[in-house]
């Protein structure tokens, strides 16, 4: 039998059909699954009924060390990490598990054999868009390194039924399409239809006192909802740890649909039923704007009540009777505050379902919580109108009465009569329209608070939770954000994994450290050279995608910069148009002028809402249409708009580019994350010190680095002496042409309208002052430029770059997590030797 399963991968050792690992067993449980699970002959096959048996054949051996896991935790009653996170956005699976498996090599032979490309099968699968950034994918790179840490862990979150929009471009701009990411079914899921939990909403509370004499409020809702479960396994990288992403649907419980049908509304209890289905039908598409909508609230308590519940119940299925040791077998991370219902949940539940002491209860919900801040804009900071969450949450609303009226109590006594300090501390916000600050409950409730980056947890400190450092300052820690080198490098950059495991061994993709012993190889010309040849051929892919995908031709020789992540004005992907007008307002002045050939490369959704935005994308699209269309240029720049970008796009990216932008204002990018995939592939960085861009340059060095920008304290500087930007256009004339060309209709087929909103807003306000930055960041730009055109020291700035990233693993950021806020250990998955039927 041929193998090509690497050394140390575990395996198990009979080879049967549901396990075995072999090509020949591959073979034959991929045809086995075409023919009984979609019941299909190869000759009427289509790609997507091949993709589809891949997957299951690959489902099969995760669901071996799946539920092995699972066993495992339950017999040792394993400390488990519950993440709680309203988004997950996981990206496709296949790749990902083959790689994790140790299987890629193995079944892309056995798809040869079989005469079918494994790069065309993982093409068809559509990726669970089921988040919308940053913080999503976070919370993906975060399961795969728990896994790989043998962490027990647990990811629970919402199965939305529509993800993140699909992204079109009609005209120059966004038009959303809706994402039926289920449309042909899910092979990484398994539906738990009898593992189903109630929701309650709305109504009202009464009180009474018991037999017993205790004081008891029972909450009597309007509505009742039920939750499904969804799992998905999450494999670790070649360990047989596979932990447990639990993702809930709502449903309409039958009961209530007879009520109805009884009394004869039948139509009323459609209605009921498809109100019910509703609040997990779709992925609010904001990033980072706050959208006050009572469904999205919904959705928060939804699966939060669910999650709550399901540990209860897997701690109870342990054996333990009284929920005193909760917080022993469980520590809850909320990612952001999208889940902070979560700590007048679980009082709720502690209290007045279990008949809990107040005081036991508020010990065992701080001790199980901890708060993850992503943001410090204050547009994104949650609040809840007070009659909106009274009406949907009765008993939340007294509850976080209770735990206020508590938590001021005390601070009175460490503050006495420092009124203004209160008024501030409060989860209830006073001022005009009454609010419930949910960051305010997150802190109160958790016994530990982090920011993403460095800098940004400085200022959280500093800004918006500054009394709660003051008042608690031994619960703040910085925890710096990290990706998974497995799909960030081994999926997405086989090219250059092969070339650095050829080089050090294959260490490094599990202690991403290890990439420190490259350093020596900055200096070695022929590693160089392969490295080059590496990044060209990641260029030419990228550009044959964007020829069929965009209509553009781009040179993969011209220098490859790249701006990919949401659109939003503090990201500034205007300022990178800008700079690029300023590029080509130089060559249609010298026509002659020898300038490095360029290609501008864009990626990013903007809020459906987001009106600002959605006219960058514009801007970006109209500059782009001008500037590839003139032949003064002579192609030396390129500007395209890559439209829908999501993981599988970034897969692409990533790998390909030469520059990577990181352009926001200072004090604004709590940490970014791009930033890191990009200096990994081996990118080097044009940025502001900002978010973990600090970090990063930290690790590279400065020399590797090229920074711009004024700092925080600049621009606070700044403001505090009043920020007049139109000083800034008026004094620089480049700058000043610049902007009167937008204004001129250049670009917009001559009309003036158009832009206006974008110049306007520059000239008299800028609140992310690109204008401050210009000139810095132009300059900046054209020392990249002169390096560039010194292959040799780029290659080597590269090199280092990439040599240096081994602070960035999302499993340094994890291992932090479990040491400092967790105190979790890793658990030893063994797999049966004998067969998977074993009990
Ligand atoms: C932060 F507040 C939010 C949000 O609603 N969505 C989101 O993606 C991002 N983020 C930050 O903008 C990034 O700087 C950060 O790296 C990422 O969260 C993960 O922490």
């Not at 039948?266 to 009572?294: F, H, M, R, W």
């Not at 502690?350 to 708060?371: G, K, N, S």
Request: hydrophobic share 40%.
């Amino acid at each position: 039998m041929t193998s090509l399963i690497p050394p140390g991968c575990p395996t198990v050792l009979t080879e049967d059909d549901r396990t075995g690992t072999s090509i020949e067993t591959l073979r034959r449980a991929f045809m086995d699954n075409l023919f009984f699970i979609q019941g299909r002959f190869p000759e009427v096959a289509t790609k997507n009924d091949y993709y589809l048996a891949l997957a299951y054949t690959v489902r099969d051996r995760l669901l071996l060390r799946w539920l092995n896991s699972a066993k495992t935790y339950r017999d040792q009653e394993s400390r488990t990490v519950c993440y709680l996170s309203a988004e997950f956005l996981l990206g496709p699976h296949l790749g990902n598990n083959l790689i994790n498996l140790g299987l890629y090599e193995a079944v892309e032979e056995a798809m040869r054999q079989t005469g079918l490309n494994l790069k065309e099968l993982l093409d068809q699968e559509e990726e669970p868009g089921l988040g919308n950034g940053g913080l999503g994918r976070l919370a993906a790179c975060y399961m795969d390194s728990l896994a790989t840490l043998e962490i027990p862990a647990i990811g629970y979150g919402i199965r939305y039924e529509y993800g993140i929009f699909d992204q079109e471009i009609r005209d120059g701009w966004q038009v959303e399409i809706t994402d039926k990411w289920l449309r042909y079914g899910n092979p990484w899921e398994i539906p738990r239809p009898e593992l189903i939990l109630q929701v309650k909403f709305g109504g009202h509370t009464y009180s009474y006192t018991d037999d017993q004499g205790r004081y008891r409020v029972v909450w009597e809702p309007h509505q009742v909802i039920q939750g499904v479960a969804y799992d998905t396994p999450i494999l670790g990288y070649k360990v047989n740890t596979a932990n447990l992403l639990r993702l809930w649907r709502a449903e309409a419980v039958e009961s209530f649909d007879f009520q109805a049908f009884n009394t004869g509304d039948y139509y009323g209890a459609v209605n009921q039923k498809i109100a019910s289905e509703n609040i997990t039908k779709v992925l609010y598409p904001n990033d980072e704007q706050l959208q006050g909508k009572e469904l999205r609230l919904m959705q928060q308590y939804f699966f939060c009540s669910c999650a709550l519940q399901d540990m209860i119940r897997l701690y109870k299925q342990s054996g333990n009777k009284d929920l005193s040791r909760f917080h022993e077998k469980f520590t809850v991370q909320l990612n952001d505050t999208h889940p902070a219902i979560s700590v007048a949940e679980l009082m709720r539940l502690l209290v007045d379902e279990h008949l809990m002491p107040w005081e036991q209860a508020w010990d065992i919900t701080r001790q199980t919580f901890a708060y993850t801040n992503h943001t410090l804009l204050p547009e994104a900071l949650e609040k809840w109108p007070l009659d909106l969450f009274g009406s949907l949450l009765p008993r939340h609303l007294q509850i976080i009465y209770e735990i206020n009226q508590r938590f001021l109590d005390q601070v009175r006594l460490q503050y006495p009569g420092d009124n203004d300090r209160l008024r501030r501390l409060s989860i209830i916000d006073e001022s005009g329209c009454r609010y419930v600050r949910m960051a305010h409950l997150a802190a109160v409730g958790s016994h530990a608070i982090n920011g993403v980056a460095a800098l940004h947890s400085e200022l959280l400190k500093q800004t918006v939770l500054k009394d709660f450092y003051e008042l608690t300052p031994q619960k703040f820690s910085n925890k710096t954000n990290g990706v998974t080198p497995r799909r960030w490098m081994v999926l997405s950059n086989p090219g250059l994994t092969r070339l650095i495991t050829e080089r050090i061994g294959e260490d490094w993709v599990k202690h991403l450290d290890q990439l420190r012993r490259l350093e020596p190889l900055a200096e070695d010309r022929d590693f160089a050279a392969q490295w080059r040849s590496v990044k060209h051929e990641n260029k030419e892919r990228l550009a044959a995608y964007i020829r069929d995908r965009v209509g553009v031709t781009v040179d993969p020789h011209s220098l490859f910069s790249i701006l990919v992540k949401r659109i939003h004005e503090y990201k500034r992907q205007h300022l990178c148009v800008l700079n690029i007008i300023t590029l080509y307002q130089m060559l249609k002045d010298n026509p002659q002028l020898d300038m490095v050939p360029q290609t501008f490369i864009f990626g990013g959704k903007a809020a459906p809402g987001y009106y600002m935005a959605k006219l960058i994308i514009k801007l970006i699209n109209s500059v782009a249409d001008v500037i590839n269309h003139d032949p003064a240029v002579r192609d030396r720049l390129k500007v395209v708009f890559l439209p829908d970008y999501n993981v599988t796009l970034g897969q692409r990216v990533y790998p390909a580019a030469d520059l990577s932008q990181q352009i926001s204002t200072a004090g604004y990018e709590a940490s970014g994350t791009g930033n890191m995939k990009f200096a990994l592939n081996g990118a080097l960085t044009i940025g502001t010190l900002d978010g973990a861009n600090v970090e990063i340059r930290e690790e590279v060095g400065a020399e590797n680095f090229f920074l711009f920008g004024n700092t925080v304290e600049q621009l606070q500087e700044l403001w505090r002496n009043g920020y007049r930007p139109w000083e800034f256009a008026n004094s620089n004339p480049m700058l000043k042409r610049v902007l009167d060309l937008i204004g001129s209709g250049y670009f917009s087929h001559g009309d003036t309208a158009l832009f206006r909103p974008i110049v306007e807003h520059l000239w008299q306000n800028d609140r992310y002052c690109l204008l401050a930055d210009y000139q810095s960041y132009v300059d900046c730009h054209q020392q990249v430029l002169q390096v560039y055109q010194d292959q040799a020291q780029w290659t080597k700035m590269s090199i280092l770059n990439v040599a240096r990233m081994g602070k960035f693993s999302s499993d340094r950021a994890i291992r932090e997590y479990c040491q400092d806020i967790w105190h979790v250990e890793p658990v030893k998955i063994v797999l049966p030797a004998t067969s998977y039927m074993t009990p």
